[in-house]
């Protein structure tokens, strides 16, 4: 069981004393007793030993009681290092045709309220890209998949105005999230955001069901955030994640 435990923030040392008992605390307590007893009761013979030499041999006897103790306690110390690695997040955005219809507040079409909310969480994504823990990989998706260059100054470049693209017509939601998590590997994904209307409207062979990608994330322990937009969602705020005290762990605003 832990003894002592010293805080750490990332990238520093953290050290452990635990004890593992032989047997179980009470035995412990109940042998180191039965010593003490017999290191107090049966004391040195004081009729050969005197002086300085008595107090050694005490001081011997004192030290080997402890000693056997100490043993019985079977204490480890646990030096754990915690350094924080860059991680990937990845933001998909839906540009198919189901995205202009204009039910979001304020009369915004489905994609004028997405990009408005990704510029409104622009100042979260700087401050995450400037301390050097994230790489932010942003795209668009219909049928097809397409990246959009990110910058410092500019993490989520996108134009409010909506633009007929081959292929708007569907919604590839699964095969775009499939295509995309390929991009990067699962040991530094940090998170997926996924802006939609939640509708998937894809025909063979891009109408892989997007819950098969969920379940495969879920299973390696990555986060997957679904913000909906639209009459059916429930409307969206700052998307933009924050590291936790974990590195590894996000949470949504």
């Known amino acids: 069981m832990p003894a002592e435990t010293d805080p750490t923030a990332a990238g520093s040392t953290a050290l452990t004393l635990l004890f593992e008992p032989v047997g179980s605390w009470w035995f412990v307590l109940m042998v180191a007793a039965g010593l003490a ?3 107090v009761l049966v004391g040195p013979d004081r009729s050969r030993v005197e002086g300085f030499r008595l107090k050694w ?6 030290a080997a009681f ?13 030096a754990q290092r915690r350094l924080q690695r860059e991680g990937d997040l990845l933001v998909l955005a839906d540009a198919s045709e189901s995205m202009t219809v204009a039910d979001a507040p304020a009369g915004q079409t489905r994609w004028e309220y997405l990009v408005s909310s990704l510029e409104a969480a622009a100042p979260e ?4 890209l400037d301390e050097g823990h994230l790489r932010l990989h942003l795209w668009r998706f219909d049928r097809g998949l397409e990246s959009v260059p990110v910058t410092a100054d500019d993490p989520f470049p996108l134009d409010p105005a909506w633009v007929k693209q081959e292929g708007s017509e569907e919604t590839a939601l699964g095969t775009a999230l499939d295509e995309a998590v390929q991009t990067t590997s699962f040991e ?23 819950q098969t990608v969920a379940r495969r994330l ?4 990555i986060p997957l955030w679904s913000v909906l937009l639209g009459s059916s969602g429930l409307g969206v705020r700052a998307v933009m994640p924050k590291w936790s005290s974990s590195p590894w762990q996000m949470m949504c605003l």
């Open 57 to 62: 041999l005490v001081g011997l006897r004192v």
């Open 218 to 221: 879920g299973e390696s322990g």
């Open 37 to 39: 007893a017999v290191l």
């Open 66 to 78: 402890l000693a056997i103790v100490l043993c019985m306690l079977r204490p480890t110390v646990v």
């Open 188 to 210: 530094s994904l940090a998170g997926v955001i996924v802006l939609s209307d939640g509708a998937q409207h894809a025909y063979p062979p891009r109408d892989l069901p997007p």
């Open 125 to 128: 994504a700087r401050e995450l």
